[in-house]
């Protein structure tokens, strides 16, 4: 029987920190098809409390952990299949757990085309080049000429097939191709040069023109940025081994001889000496480099990943503004300023296009115009889009305000426009507004998001939001399924409004997808607002699975039961109910009183299906019923006279918002149309390993001015007291460099990629090395 390989639940728990049977419990309900976020708030019993990151980290390994299996499975039938299966092989098999490794065990019986190695074994040369390795005091040269015949015709061919024979055994030892790509990772260099000739074009790339850094701590920004310079036939890039070791038998080497126990200075030793320097240099040079240049890049795409998701969920869960009525206003210059009116439910009321601007330049017109939908409307809020126009436009929108009768006046607020564009060109826009012309869509998306951003961006592509490094340049489906993680978890986090919610807002709900989504608002029109979740059975196609996975986060206020506005799930109602029979007192009585829920043990209610976790939550719930994560609603406040990028002078201090957190800083929007940075060394009066530490996307900071670049468009910021502005100022410039090459601030398709740049054969085989399986 075949011996079994390591338990994936061990491997796993291992890693998540947890019990191999709070793992095997969380698989079980992911295979049953329940979703991350049903597991964390509904199911801790079941897991033992496993949170909805260590849940996700499960969920990602799981996919890779039984691919590994299967490739495992296939390897041993292979090999099975050639009768080479030893039980010490398929022990050694069982026992790997990386995809790399297993691939390595399998390169001697792999099936691939006919070597010089097997020409040379046909040519009858392999117990040469067996006696060789067993007895190194006869030299090969007198060993060889036994074996020339007719297909051998000398010496140096003989010599050559026996090197060919050691050679691929050298390059098909897993255990002594570990050993060297350890020994790689310890000293490699990752170093990049610029392509001559390439000197002008590639301008945004010079600071790696001639750059060297140790491969295993290079920061993921730089790596990416240095790979899209190569990309684009700017740079070239290498891992260079041992460079600074000038002997004559390099480390590799060494490694390699010992594996194969030559060092001696009998002649057979000397000549195996040779064969290895040729091996590394010929074979495994070339093909460890492009391992390691492989495992950098995986590296560098985790890293903007995690800082592209990161930044995302901080975005979705900005604090919302509220149901308040509010006017957007997506700026223009010759296009004109468009202007979309909202009630506080997010409907649109009123749209129109105003021209403050050259040519029209009807700046007393436009004002009239906003000024009379403020007082129709009774507008709270103005939401202004943050692109080409905004400083104009904010301004036109202060005097009109100044101009309007003593009293409440609306808050204008800067919002990121990040996605509007493809919003307004998408399909669920059309379907939303199928009369209203593409431009004035913006306008509605900028108002809608200030009101609730999350209820608005999750109708827009997370990849298009904008908050996100290379975002191009990383692999497109782990990016994907990243971000639509984030987008599922913040949905459910906050729950939704099962009477106001758009349907792309509902198919983000645990359980639910596009298509029940659209039934549950094609039944809602039709039928009326839902009174109670238990209507929800009565949509078409939605079952009762579906129904135990959404329930809970699906909110109705004011319907006919309480809890229905609750994120207590129906399934646990009757616990609700023993809690509220307990206080002797009315559900709705009892909902937000603190002192007598806090008077109750938690311990009394607990029973055989329902333990302490899910009563711990009941109570919380009852005590702040249908209580929102996200932070209160509040807006940074742009200098007066501070519109462009020429008006910045060191030292001034500005407000800004937070606009994206990267591995090396933040970049904050400080109302010049061009984001500051505030290096990781400038974020504050101490040492700050990851900026997401002290600031995350939408956050409201102080800010001075440390330096101006207007031709490259490059603002230096600290938000540190001391005023040591100098403190990493050359790695913030170079930081600074590689994000301009990577961030997209306004989203975009990704451009076509280049034919590789001619850098022989390394360049070849990076070229596709870098190509995405």
């Known amino acids: 029987m075949p011996l079994p390989s390591k338990p994936i639940a061990v491997l796993i728990a291992q890693e998540i920190k947890a019990t191999p049977a709070q793992v095997i419990a969380a698989i079980e309900l992911l295979d049953e098809g329940a979703t991350v976020p049903f597991i964390a708030r509904y199911r801790k019993e079941v897991t033992g409390g496993l949170d909805d990151t260590q849940l996700r980290d499960l969920a ?8 590994l299996e ?23 098999i069982a026992a790997v757990t990386t995809k790399a490794e297993l691939e390595d065990i399998y390169l001697p019986y792999k099936p691939k085309r006919r070597t010089k190695a097997e020409i040379a074994r046909e040519r009858g040369l392999g117990p040469l080049a067996e006696a060789i390795l067993a007895d190194r005091s006869v030299a090969p040269a007198d060993r060889a000429s036994a074996f020339i015949t007719a297909e051998v015709p000398d010496v140096k061919a003989a010599l050559d097939g ?15 191709l ?60 290498d891992i260079v081994v041992d460079q600074d070791d000038t002997s004559p038998v390099k480390p590799v080497e060494r490694i390699i001889a010992a594996a194969y126990t030559v060092g001696g200075t009998l002649p057979g030793d000397k000549w195996l000496m040779e064969v290895i320097g040729w091996t590394w240099r010929v074979k495994l040079s070339m ?50 300023v468009k202007v979309a009116v909202v009630d506080g439910t997010g409907k649109l009321l009123e749209t129109t296009t105003v021209y403050p601007f050259p040519p029209k330049n009807d700046i007393r017109g436009a004002q009239a115009e906003l000024a009379s939908l ?13 692109g080409t126009g905004s400083r104009e436009t904010e301004r036109l929108v202060a005097d009109m305000l100044g101009q309007l009768p003593a009293g409440p006046k609306p808050t204008k607020v800067i919002v990121s426009e990040a996605g509007a564009s493809v919003y307004s060109a998408s399909q669920a826009a059309a379907d939303e507004f199928p009369g209203l012309d593409v431009s004035l869509r913006g306008a509605v998306s900028i108002a809608r998001r200030l009101q609730d951003p999350l209820a608005e961006l999750v109708k827009i592509e997370p990849k298009s939001i904008g908050v996100g490094q290379y975002q191009h340049d990383v692999d497109q489906g782990r990016l994907s399924r990243s971000l639509d993680a984030v987008v599922e978890d913040a949905v459910n986090a906050v729950g939704v409004d099962l009477n106001t919610a758009s349907a792309p807002l509902l198919a983000r709900v645990s359980g639910l997808g596009k298509s029940s989504a659209e039934a549950i608002v094609a039944h809602r029109d039709a039928t009326g607002p839902f009174e109670s979740r238990k209507e929800l059975m009565k949509v078409p196609r939605l079952g009762a699975r579906t129904f135990e996975q959404c329930a809970g986060f699906l909110r109705i206020p004011n319907g006919k039961e309480p809890l229905d506005a609750s994120s207590v799930h129906p399934e646990a109602y009757g616990v609700a109910k023993k809690i509220v029979a307990a206080c002797g007192r009315d559900l709705r009585a009892i909902m937000g009183d603190s002192a007598i829920l806090k008077s109750l043990d938690p311990r009394t209610f607990v029973d055989e299906r329902f333990g302490l976790p899910t009563v711990k939550d009941i109570l919380a719930e009852l005590e702040k019923p249908g209580r929102d994560p996200r932070p209160s609603f509040k807006t940074a406040t742009f200098a007066d006279g501070i519109d462009d990028i020429k008006d910045l002078k060191p030292g001034m201090l500005l407000e800004g918002t937070v606009t994206n957190v990267a591995a090396f800083g933040a970049f904050v929007d400080i109302g010049v149309h061009q984001d500051g940075l505030v290096h990781v060394s400038q974020l504050a009066d101490r040492f700050v390993k990851d900026p997401h530490e002290v600031v995350k996307a939408g956050d409201v900071v102080k800010v001075r001015v440390t330096e101006v670049d207007v031709p490259r468009k490059r603002i230096g910021l600290t938000m540190r007291k001391d005023g040591a502005a100098e403190q990493g100022g050359r790695e913030a410039r170079r930081d600074a460099k590689a994000d301009h090459q990577g961030r997209q601030n306004q989203a975009r398709a990704p451009q076509p990629k280049p034919q590789a740049p001619s850098q022989g054969a390394f360049g070849a085989a990076l070229a596709e090395a870098m190509k995405r399986k």
């Open 178 to 237: 570990g050993r060297l790509r350890a020994h790689m990772r310890q000293v490699a260099f990752l170093r990049a040069r610029v392509v001559d000739g390439k000197q002008e074009a590639g301008a945004k790339f010079s600071d790696y023109f001639d750059h060297s850094e140790r491969w295993a701590t290079v920061a993921g920004h730089r790596a990416l940025a240095m790979l899209r310079g190569w990309n684009e036939e700017f740079l070239s890039v």
């Open 60 to 67: 990602e390994r799981l996919v890779y952990l039984r691919e």
């Open 374 to 386: 403020v007082r129709k409307y009774a507008i709270e809020l103005i939401a202004i889009g943050n």
């Open 162 to 176: 026996a090197r060919d024979i050691i050679a691929e055994g050298i390059t098909e030892n897993a255990d002594l």
């Open 287 to 336: 093909s460890l480099s492009l391992d390691l240049m492989r495992e950098m890049r995986e590296r560098a795409e985790e890293e903007a990943i995690h800082v592209f998701a990161r930044n995302l969920k901080d975005l979705l869960l900005a604090a919302p503004a509220g149901s308040r009525a509010t006017m957007g206003l997506d700026p223009g210059i010759r296009t004109g």
């Open 70 to 92: 299967a490739r495992r499975t296939s390897i041993l039938d292979s090999i099975r299949s050639q009768d080479k299966l030893t039980e010490e092989l398929e022990a050694k």
